[in-house]
């Protein structure tokens, strides 16, 4: 009880955007999340054949978290078996103001952002696409 | 990882600017991630992230991971408005122009298969 009223107070909030991306991890690819919720009581066939979603970088994930942070010499792409374009950021500062009008800061080391654009290998064939890392 | 939905991303011409804007992105507020008692709340957040081209070669190479980057040293900034329903909180960052961000780069790659072609 004490950690539920600990994570909800304003301190903490502030901890959130600091930690930024960290804090904030995205649900992921619904597919992805929902596989084990959604799973129908009766299995059906389908060809064994994986997935299309992106192959994460295989050396990344000691956090589960499929990320490092950027820096030189550091791969910025977050899918394996790509080429295309990409985008990367990282130790972001900068200011905001929640809902109460107090200010709070955001951006840490460990606030990072990326993009990617263009074609990755997944299923046996080239697939093509947009992901972002929040 | 999120799937960016089309128009998400613009690039401009020269390819020295990426835009990237998304609305209402699900993500999860964990404010004591990565403890393994950390509660999770749903949140939506939007942002926008604009990376501008300094000029500034940069290449990367690691021939054991297997990956190859060629592009320049970039500046970035951010806006964002993250909203927590669950407990009534939202906060939004100020203009996109007043953050700033030290390390951030554009480019293309290449890694895994790709490489070795």
Known sequence: MTQITTTFSARNRRDVLKAGAVALVPLGIPSAMHALADQPAAQS???????TDPYPIPWLDKNGSHNQPAGAGLEPSHIYHFKGRVARCSTFTGMGTDNKGNRIAFGSPTTDYGVMQGEYWAARSAQQGTFTHI | MVP???????????????????????????????????????????????????????????????????????????????????????????????????????GDEVNGRYYDV
């Open chain 2, 4 to 106: 960016v939905p089309n128009g998400g991303l613009s690039i401009s011409a020269d390819g020295n600017t990426f835009t990237l804007e998304m609305q209402s992105v699900a993500v999860v507020d964990q404010p004591r991630w990565p403890a393994l008692d950390s509660i999770a709340t749903g949140a939506r957040m939007n942002f926008k992230i604009v990376w501008k081209s300094t000029g500034e070669p940069v290449k990367y190479e690691d021939a054991g991971k297997h990956f190859h980057f060629t592009g320049t040293r970039a500046t970035c900034q951010l806006e964002a408005e993250v909203e927590v329903p669950a407990i009534g909180f939202s906060w939004k960052s100020d203009a996109l122009n007043s953050s700033k961000c030290d390390v951030a780069v554009i």
């Open chain 1, 45 to 51: 066939s389908m060809t064994a054949n994986g997935g």
